[in-house]
């Protein structure tokens, strides 16, 4: 049965703010150091021991402060319920966001968190320790960077627009067909691309004004369940990428600093849709 702490977000924004502090300590003292590494799907799509630990590490405390709620994880925690957004309160969690970066000890990985609740974003946090990164949102009352109240860049032209976007871990043929048809597409179109490997991070480039649109086609819902309040609250739009409403489990994203950008955007895009994870 459900407390009235299991419903106090200020209470909620405070207990994962901590957390989040400490799992950064983890990752960031482990950022250049050799790593235990498996393979999920293949030898693209890793885990380390420490996104099952970082998870551990939210998920065991966050139940255990408000124990009705429910989890979304990429890692072990929650198996059954990694595909399952209902209206309750719901912790969407992605332990180490850029994988294959911390593998390489490239510093550009994070923890994204988001709360949802009534399958509507709450509050958010995404962490990059290595670089003490912090960006934060919570319903109607803004993002922030580091304290800072952050806000997108409002460009409108799409010539003048920088661009993040992601490869992602599937080699799926397909996929990479219409990758590539959409690089070859949006190169010339825009003033320029950026890569960076973390799906979370470059929602959160957009939210500040450092970049203007950021697109994808295969993140999960721990991908962007953070990064899609923190654009919003900093005055920016999320949707699909084909411009109907943004479903954080249909593994397709594209958020921009303007409407009128992303719609001018989206006429460029070939479209794919990845399967849904069903695990």
Same mark, same amino acid.
């Given at each position: 049965?459900?407390?009235?702490?299991?419903?106090?977000?200020?209470?909620?924004?405070?207990?994962?703010?901590?957390?989040?502090?400490?799992?950064?300590?983890?990752?960031?003292?482990?950022?250049?150091?050799?790593?235990?590494?498996?393979?999920?799907?293949?030898?693209?799509?890793?885990?380390?021991?420490?996104?099952?630990?970082?998870?551990?590490? !939210?998920?065991?405390?966050?139940?255990?402060?408000?124990?009705?709620?429910?989890?979304?994880?990429?890692?072990?925690?929650?198996?059954?319920?990694?595909?399952?957004?209902t209206d309750d309160p719901t912790w969407i969690i992605d332990p180490v966001d850029g994988t294959m970066n911390f593998v390489h000890s490239f510093p550009q990985s994070c923890v994204s968190v988001g709360l949802w609740v009534?399958?509507?974003?709450?509050?958010?946090?995404?962490?990059?320790?290595?670089?003490?990164?912090?960006?934060?949102?919570?319903?109607?009352?803004?993002?922030?960077?580091?304290?800072?109240?952050?806000?997108?860049?409002?460009?409108?032209?799409?010539?003048?627009?920088?661009?993040?976007?992601?490869?992602?871990?599937?080699?799926?043929?397909?996929?990479?067909?219409?990758?590539?048809?959409?690089?070859?597409?949006?190169?010339?179109?825009?003033?320029?691309?950026?890569?960076?490997?973390?799906?979370?991070?470059?929602?959160?480039?957009?939210?500040?004004?450092?970049?203007?649109?950021?697109?994808?086609?295969?993140?999960?819902?721990?991908?962007?369940a953070a990064g899609d309040l923190i654009v919003r609250e900093a005055g920016g739009v999320t949707m699909d990428p084909s411009g109907g409403p943004l479903d954080i489990m249909s593994r397709r994203v594209l958020a921009a600093?303007?409407?009128? !950008?992303?719609?001018?955007?989206?006429? !460029? !895009?070939?479209?794919?849709?990845?399967?849904?994870?069903?695990?």
């Amino acid at each position: 049965m459900a407390s009235d702490s299991d419903r106090d977000w200020d209470l909620c924004f405070e207990t994962i703010n901590k957390l989040v502090d400490e799992a950064g300590k983890i990752i960031a003292s482990r950022n250049s150091g050799a790593k235990t590494i498996s393979e999920k799907t293949d030898d693209i799509d890793l885990l380390t021991e420490t996104d099952q630990q970082v998870e551990k590490l !939210l998920t065991e405390n966050l139940h255990a402060k408000f124990p009705s709620h429910k989890f979304i994880g990429e890692e072990a925690f929650g198996e059954g319920n990694k595909s399952q957004l209902t209206d309750d309160p719901t912790w969407i969690i992605d332990p180490v966001d850029g994988t294959m970066n911390f593998v390489h000890s490239f510093p550009q990985s994070c923890v994204s968190v988001g709360l949802w609740v009534n399958k509507s974003p709450e509050l958010a946090i995404v962490f990059n320790p290595v670089f003490n990164q912090k960006f934060t949102a919570r319903r109607g009352q803004g993002a922030y960077y580091n304290g800072q109240k952050i806000h997108v860049s409002g460009e409108k032209n799409i010539k003048k627009a920088l661009i993040t976007t992601e490869f992602g871990t599937s080699r799926d043929p397909d996929k990479v067909r219409v990758t590539l048809e959409n690089l070859a597409k949006v190169v010339p179109a825009v003033h320029g691309i950026r890569v960076t490997g973390s799906a979370a991070l470059n929602m959160c480039m957009v939210a500040q004004g450092a970049a203007d649109l950021n697109y994808e086609f295969g993140p999960h819902a721990w991908d962007m369940a953070a990064g899609d309040l923190i654009v919003r609250e900093a005055g920016g739009v999320t949707m699909d990428p084909s411009g109907g409403p943004l479903d954080i489990m249909s593994r397709r994203v594209l958020a921009a600093s303007s409407q009128e !950008l992303a719609e001018d955007f989206i006429k !460029l !895009l070939t479209q794919f849709y990845p399967q849904p994870r069903d695990d």
